[in-house]
């Protein structure tokens, strides 16, 4: 099992069956690109429902966003919902809190239909002040959730070490181990008839009298009556490159000296915030701390946020041996809430991106809004969350902040460079962009003194990639891009590599 990174998460400690070769199904009715949290929920949803389904995975299941989550199941999300109420009503507020307050359900109920051993564990959440400029935020929070019937309240002890002003209890939480669920779901899909190809990257797609033809990088072609994106963000140049900013946080877990006496999950309210929960696996407890995240690509020294992570956990908590650090992508959307459902243009092509820092949950809901859209069934979280829809008022601030420094890097890339350098001066496991022969080079040389050099331009829209240091990959700081050090794409929206020279 690999992910997204040089640097193994806590999960990524076992190897998982998860290839089932495709059978000769001729016209499938749906296939899903990405076999993470989305695309295996997904499958087995619209293989229940009598649907014939195809997985295509670029490497193998969860190699993405889903090998790097914290694995937090929750019913409220980073954007609160007293902010969800002034931008979208309290209508709309309601019914992404009745359908959020489902999510934890549906998982158990899948872990035990399935006979799935995940960790699975029911919890509370705590939400933290710790200054008191964020005491009138907790405040909002509260009496938003109350006004929705999210079982909420104040408290005066949580149980974590860390010390706080004012605190409230979030009742309905889950969490779990997300790549035993995605493997047990991945076997499920297969004894129920579908198709799951690891190893498979999708080059093009082309829709000719309803049916939709996709082709691989493999050389293989396969069609289907509908095509869903569940590749985090869609790839290619489009409006979600646009409406979505990448950005990567950092987590660890950490062997604790003390036994919890219950699972707990909390937060503070830092922008970024820092997040937290305990976790039980081969009889050992620990602590997975999160926090310090930015920009894709915008973190010049990419082992700092590990070392203030480290730092942090030890003033805070009463951890010993840090086991696991792992950083990880994630979308935020410009109104707060994600894109799902019908591609805007393409009657019978799906997506599902911008899911902020809750990818667990709105991974589980998205299975159920496009199941129902491909069935033509109603499905109110659809409408609200639909990729075709305009809210101007709610989102046009961000959106112009968080493009205006994208194009801001796209023309700075273009025509000036301060990473003037020779290629002799590379250290081993060091990458910089230069300035070489009239041209911008992502020059990487690895362990063994190797050089390997590439194009710097991004293929997607012509950024200038940056390296990440701690995962040893290079990423685009304008859309979120990332690829190995030998130039292959490992997150789009870009759909090729960065070439050799």
Wanted: glycine fraction near 8%.
């Amino acid at each position: 099992m690999k992910r997204d990174g040089i640097n193994n998460s806590i999960w990524v400690n076992s190897v998982y069956l998860h290839q089932n070769p495709d059978g000769d199904h001729g016209i499938y009715d749906a296939i899903i690109v990405g076999g993470g949290i989305t695309g295996l929920t997904l499958a087995l949803e619209l293989q229940i429902r009598g649907q014939q389904c195809l997985v295509l995975e670029q490497r193998n299941i969860g190699f993405g966003t889903t090998g790097g989550t914290t694995a937090h199941i929750n019913n409220f999300f980073d954007e609160s919902y007293d902010r969800i109420i002034s931008k979208f009503g309290e209508d709309k507020a309601q019914t992404i809190a009745d359908y959020a307050m489902r999510v934890a359900s549906i998982i158990k109920k899948n872990t035990a239909d399935y006979n799935i051993d995940c960790d699975f564990e029911e919890c509370s959440f705590y939400l933290l002040s710790v200054e008191k400029k964020q005491d009138k935020i907790l405040e909002n929070i509260l009496k938003a959730h109350r006004d929705l019937d999210v079982p909420s309240r104040s408290v005066l002890k949580i149980p974590f070490e860390t010390e706080f002003r004012t605190a409230i209890e979030i009742d309905g939480q889950a969490q779990f181990h997300p790549l035993k669920y995605i493997a047990g779901l991945a076997k499920a899909f297969a004894e129920k008839g579908g198709s799951l190809l690891t190893n498979t990257q999708v080059s093009k797609h082309e829709t000719k009298d309803n049916i939709i033809e996709v082709s691989t990088g493999q050389g293989r072609s396969f069609s289907g009556r509908n095509l869903i994106w569940a590749t985090h963000i869609p790839p290619g140049v489009n409006r979600f490159s646009m409406l979505n900013a990448p950005y990567r946080s950092y987590a660890l877990a950490a062997k604790l000296n003390n036994e919890p006496e219950n699972f707990a999950q909390a937060a503070d309210l830092y922008d970024p915030y820092h997040y937290f929960r305990y976790h039980k696996m081969g009889g050992e407890s620990y602590l997975i701390v999160g926090g310090f995240d930015h920009k894709t690509g915008h973190e010049k020294d990419t082992g700092k946020p590990f070392e203030d992570l480290v730092q942090y956990a030890k003033e805070n908590f009463n951890i010993g041996e840090v086991t696991s650090k792992w950083s990880s992508q994630y979308y935020v959307p410009t109104d707060g809430l994600p894109y799902i459902g019908r591609m805007p243009g393409e009657e019978q092509v799906y997506l599902a991106t911008g899911y902020n820092g809750n990818g667990m949950t709105w991974g589980t809901l998205a299975a159920q809004i496009i199941s129902d859209l491909i069935l033509k069934k109603d499905n109110e979280l659809a409408d609200i969350l639909s990729p075709s829809r305009v809210e101007i008022a709610a989102s046009a601030q961000e959106f112009v902040k968080e493009n205006l420094d994208a194009a801001f890097h796209l023309i700075k890339d273009q025509f000036s460079s301060d990473k003037k350098g020779e290629l002799d001066g590379l250290e081993t496991g060091e990458g910089k962009v230069l300035e070489y022969n009239g041209q911008k080079v992502a020059a990487y040389r690895d362990d063994m003194g190797n050089l390997k050099l590439l194009t710097a331009d991004c293929p997607h829209m012509g950024c200038t990639v940056q390296f990440n240091s701690a995962e040893r990959t290079w990423d685009c700081p304008c859309h979120g891009s990332r690829f190995d050090t030998e130039g292959n794409v490992i997150n789009v929206p870009a759909q090729e590599g960065l070439k050799s020279i």
